[in-house]
């Protein structure tokens, strides 16, 4: 795996050869498409690992901050948000390699995409809290899943961020907080509270 990593690192998943892996590896290139059939198969054992864990780290911060919406009011969905923001940072530099293939090297893969199903995923919870809270009786501003796309497709982009220049983990923290202070000010505004 160490070999993949590199040559896919310095590559990117588009340019990386599966001969040359095979070769920095010490193995032929028959035993390693034995095991891996193709070069996306090769790339997705790098980073499904990471892709899974933090879609499941998303979504437990999800849950929280709709939980405080029933238990405490709606003004309480953000109390968990640095918590979160901690544990997914926390998520993405213990496995920093990974993430960086993700983010930075992964065009032409299956995975190219992976911050727009992440985006996906926030557009329809955020959708599911809008009509929630309407139905509560916050006066939510009445906006567009455009709009909701677009600003959902902000932050999430803005996250990564982090990955992209290779932040260390202190600053990285840091800006994603402020990133989410940023968000939540706006959110508030549309959600009416």
């Not at 901690?86 to 990974?98: F, G």
């Not at 006066?139 to 803005?158: G, N």
């Amino acid at each position: 795996m160490l070999s993949a990593t590199k040559e896919f690192s310095e590559k990117g998943f588009e340019k990386a050869s599966m001969r040359i892996i095979a070769k920095n590896a010490n193995v032929t290139t028959g035993s390693l498409y034995a095991r891996y059939p193709n070069k996306n198969a090769l790339f997705g054992a790098l980073v499904e690992p990471v892709i899974t864990s933090f879609m499941e780290a998303n979504e437990e911060g999800n849950k929280k901050g709709i939980s405080h919406i029933h238990s405490d009011g709606a003004w309480e969905m953000w109390s968990s948000t640095e918590s979160s923001t901690t544990k997914i940072v926390d998520l993405i530099y213990a496995n920093k390699e990974s993430f960086a293939l993700l983010i930075n090297c992964s065009n032409g893969s299956s995975y190219e995409n992976f911050i727009d199903q992440v985006v996906a995923v926030e557009e329809k919870e955020t959708l599911e809290v809008l009509e929630m809270l309407r139905k509560k009786g916050y006066p939510c501003a009445d906006v567009s899943p455009q709009i909701v796309h677009m600003l959902i497709s902000a932050h999430c982009y803005a996250l990564f961020e982090i990955v992209r220049h290779d932040l260390e983990k202190e600053d990285a923290l840091k800006q994603v907080n402020q990133i989410y202070e940023f968000f939540i000010c706006g959110w508030n505004k549309i959600f009416g509270l």
